[in-house]
C-alpha cells in the first residue's frame, strides 16, 4: 500500500510540475496507560505570498501530499516576508501576514520563495527546502514511529466567539532536553488576490492560513530533562481567547506542536477545527 500511494502521488507531482512552475503553565499528570498504537504526523509549513507567481504550484504540491497522507499531515501556510506585504492596488490590498510567521521567517532565515520546512527538521544540511525536496521528506517522515502525542480539546462560544483550548501532551518514550508547546489559528479557504504564474487570479482560494499563535512565537515550556517517570506522564495547557471576528469561525482550526526547544525540532502535531 505505501508502495502505491507513492506512486500515485508522483504520479500527481508530474501533473503538477507540467501545469506551473491568557496561558496556564503546564499541569503534571502521571499515569500509565499506553492506550494503544498512536499514530505519528507531520507539519509541512509552506512560506508563500500573494505575489509570488510560482508559490501556487508549491501549495497544490502541499494539499496533493495532504491528500495522499490522509490524517498524518498537517499543512500551514506562513505568508510571510516580500510576497507577503499588502499593496495597494485590488486585488492585493489583504495582509495574510501574521506577528508569528513573520518572526519565524526571521528566525530561520526564509528567503527565495516559495520555501517549506517538514517538522522543522534538517536535510542535506538545512531545514529550508525547496518544494521539489518536500515529497520525499514527507515519505520518509511518515512512518516513522509517534514519540509523543498531544490531544486537543475546544469549547467554542458562537455568540461570543469565545474560544477555550486544552492540550494533553505525553511523551511516550525517554528523552533529554526542554521540550515546548506551540499553538496556532489557522483559517482554511479565504479567498483572495493571487500571482499564479503569468496570471493575476483575483478569486484565488488559500488554504490552510496561519492567523495567529495562541501563545508566543517561542512556545510554552512543556518538560525539561528526561528519564523514564516522564514516559506517559500528561502534561495540560489552557487557553483562552476571544476569536478575531474577521476570521470566519467555520473555517478554524487549532493546530498545536510539540518541540525539542534547543533546535526547535517539531516531534508531534495535531489539529482541531472548532466547529
Known amino acids: 500500500m505505501k508502495t502505491a500511494n507513492k506512486i500515485l502521488f508522483f504520479v500527481i507531482f508530474g501533473l503538477l510540475i507540467q501545469a506551473c512552475d491568557k496561558i496556564d503553565m503546564p499541569y503534571k499528570q502521571t499515569g500509565n496507560n499506553q492506550g494503544g498504537t498512536e499514530t505519528k504526523k507531520v507539519l509541512l509549513e509552506d512560506y508563500t505570498g500573494h505575489t509570488c507567481p510560482n508559490c501556487p504550484t508549491a501549495s497544490r504540491l502541499a494539499i496533493s501530499l495532504q491528500g495522499l497522507y490522509a490524517g498524518k499531515l498537517i499543512v500551514m501556510s506562513v505568508h510571510a516576508g516580500f510576497f507577503a506585504e499588502p499593496m495597494s492596488v485590488v486585488p492585493f490590498k489583504d495582509d495574510f501576514r501574521s506577528a508569528a510567521g513573520s518572526v519565524w521567517n526571521d528566525q530561520f532565515g526564509i528567503s527565495g520563495y516559495p520555501k517549506g520546512m517538514i517538522n522543522r527538521m534538517e ?15 514527507v515519505s520518509e517522515m511518515i512512518d516513522e514511529p509517534a514519540v509523543a502525542t498531544i490531544k486537543i480539546t475546544t469549547t467554542y462560544d458562537i455568540s461570543t466567539r469565545k474560544l477555550d483550548i486544552g492540550l494533553t501532551s505525553k511523551l511516550l518514550s525517554d528523552t533529554t532536553g526542554m521540550y515546548k508547546v506551540q499553538v496556532c489559528i489557522i483559517e482554511d479557504s479565504i479567498v483572495g ?16 492560513v ?42 478554524i482550526t487549532v493546530v498545536a506542536w510539540i518541540f525539542k526547544a534547543d533546535d526547535n525540532s517539531i516531534i508531534q502535531v495535531e489539529e482541531k477545527k472548532i466547529r
Open 123 to 137: 536535510k542535506g544540511g538545512s531545514t529550508i527546502l525547496d518544494h521539489g525536496t518536500w515529497a520525499s521528506t
Open 193 to 208: 488576490g493571487q500571482k499564479d504564474g503569468s496570471k493575476i487570479i483575483k478569486d484565488y482560494m488559500h488554504r490552510h
Open 210 to 251: 496561519l492567523r495567529e499563535a495562541i501563545n508566543t512565537p517561542s512556545g510554552s515550556d512543556l518538560v525539561s530533562g528526561g528519564g523514564p517517570d516522564q514516559i506517559n506522564t500528561e502534561y495540560t495547557h489552557d487557553f483562552s481567547l476571544n476569536l478575531n471576528s474577521a476570521y470566519d469561525d467555520s473555517h
